[in-house]
């Protein structure tokens, strides 16, 4: 499974940003499509993640900021962050769960700069 990141830049505070992700390669092994962030020198945490089967699931931090959907047709996944605040800046890592090794793949992070 490959994927493809896209969407991410500088923005102020309070602003709004999309990511797209689009899966390619062994699509039928995939049952999750989702966000990982990573700050420097942190661990790399869950932003958001959409099942196979409907599941929709959110870090703790996010609090009703972000909505990621799922365009299965496309396999694609779209984070839409709205409120962000400087201490959302971070590499935004596309992420895949699958249902055999290695279990999880990450695609190119894509940066998001929030600026004050």
């Known amino acids: 499974v490959q994927l493809q990141a896209s969407g991410g830049g500088l923005v102020q505070d309070g602003g709004s940003l999309r990511l797209s992700c689009t899966a390619s390669?062994?699509?039928?092994?995939?049952?999750?499509l989702g966000w990982y962030r990573q700050v420097p020198g942190k661990q790399r945490e869950m932003v958001a993640t959409?099942?196979?089967?409907?599941?929709?699931g959110y870090g703790g931090f996010v609090k009703d900021r972000f909505t990621i959907t799922r365009d299965a047709a496309k396999n694609t996944v779209y984070l839409q962050m709205n409120s962000l605040k400087p201490e959302d800046t971070a590499v935004y890592y596309c992420?895949?769960?699958?249902?055999?090794?290695?279990?999880?793949?990450y695609g190119q992070g894509t940066q998001v700069t929030v600026s004050s």
């Open positions: 959409a099942t196979t089967s409907g599941f929709v």
């Open positions: 390669g062994d699509i039928a092994s995939i049952t999750a």
């Open positions: 992420n895949a769960g699958l249902v055999h090794n290695p279990y999880n793949v």
